[in-house]
């Protein structure tokens, strides 16, 4: 059962389908988690121990050993990105992306020392030559 994913009024009222109270199962994950004692009286208590829960799953499930600034959290990716990035989502990839941007180390409180900012790379346009000279406008009356 996911608890990450509920808020505490589902984890204090539901059932299961074998009539197992959630609240039930949530303390016994988190007991065995955190190996303390907990009060299941105190509303307050219980949404501590799941917000503490939460937090923990929350930060061993991100491995990227970039971190932002405080400042710099929810930076959009690029610009008119719709994706903001912030020390609970950023990946590796993401990070690549900021440290492409002018200047992007000022974003990061911490970097790993091998990591290799991407090059920024500009595709020019090569155009192809369209315009006529007199000698090709010569070279294709004679030949009519």
Known sequence: ???TTM????????????GERYLELFLKEYTSVFNEKVNPACPKC???????????????????????HA???NIPL??????????SNITTEYALKLL???????????????AKPKSISK???????????IQDISANETAE
Request: glycine content about 4%; charged content about 20%; some cysteine.
């Open 100 to 114: 492409a941007h002018n200047n992007g180390q000022r974003y990061f409180s911490q970097i790993p020392k091998d």
């Open 1 to 3: 059962m996911d608890f």
């Open 46 to 68: 219980l949404t501590q121990y799941l917000t503490r829960y939460k937090n923990h799953y929350k930060a061993m499930a991100n491995t990227c050993n970039y971190r932002l």
């Open 123 to 133: 595709k020019t346009k090569t155009r192809k030559n369209t315009s006529t000279t």
């Open 78 to 87: 690029e610009f008119g990105s719709p994706i903001l990035v912030n020390n």
């Open 71 to 73: 400042k710099y959290e």
């Open 7 to 18: 808020d505490i009024a589902t984890v204090t009222r539901n059932v299961t389908g074998s």
